[in-house]
């Protein structure tokens, strides 16, 4: 199996989550209100899943092994893109949680910048999974051998097992933080043996 079948594979979730979004978009549109859970559920989605743990393969691994090739100025390019629209879309994302915490607080104004934020998301997802699949990921397998790609693969995996441990660490020390509380062990320590 080449390291971006489970990439390309996590793409397929990722559009049927997008296609949920858009009927939910619809419904918000019809409604003219919208229902701050589903918005959050929505968001946990793409921050841990899209984010996190695609675009977290993509750019802390794949990303940093391609930078370490000679890469031709139009994959250099791609890749850059690829990058800039990472940025994009976590900006975009945190935008909509923003709105979305207004909306909850009794802003009704917010519901538009909502819209905005979600028909932004809608239209940016499916054209940056087809600049991966179709322009990106197969060509750039050449500048790895067997071997290099064999080893992507299992950090891939590996990246995958420690996802949810790194998830439910962040709300932790989140909360330590708030009540002042120091842990007893350092987390990297035990994430990194899995």
Do not use: C
């Not at 968001?43 to 930078?67: C, M, N, P, Q, S």
């Not at 909502?114 to 087809?130: T, V």
């Amino acid at each position: 199996m080449l390291p971006i079948a489970p990439l390309m594979i996590e793409h397929r979730l990722i559009e049927r989550m997008i296609h949920i979004f858009k009927l939910e978009l619809d419904t918000i549109k019809e409604e003219d209100q919208v229902d701050p859970n589903m918005i959050y559920k929505v968001v946990d989605f793409i921050r841990t899943y899209a984010d996190e743990t695609h675009h977290g393969k993509e750019e802390d691994i794949l990303f940093r092994e391609l930078k370490k090739k000679e890469l031709s100025p139009e994959h250099q390019k791609t890749m850059n893109e690829l990058i800039n629209e990472h940025v994009y879309a976590r900006k975009t994302t945190s935008q909509l949680v923003d709105a979305n915490e207004l909306y909850e607080k009794g802003n009704k104004d917010s519901l538009n910048v909502i819209i905005k934020k979600i028909e932004e998301l809608i239209e940016f997802y499916p054209k940056h999974i087809e600049k991966e699949d179709k322009h990106f990921f197969t060509p750039i397998m050449e500048y790895f051998n067997e071997k290099e790609q064999q080893e992507l693969l299992k950090e891939g995996q590996a990246f995958d097992r420690k996802m949810i441990h790194r998830k439910y660490q962040k709300i932790v020390k989140k909360y330590e933080t708030q009540y002042d509380i120091s842990p007893d062990m350092k987390d990297s320590d035990w994430i990194n043996y899995l």
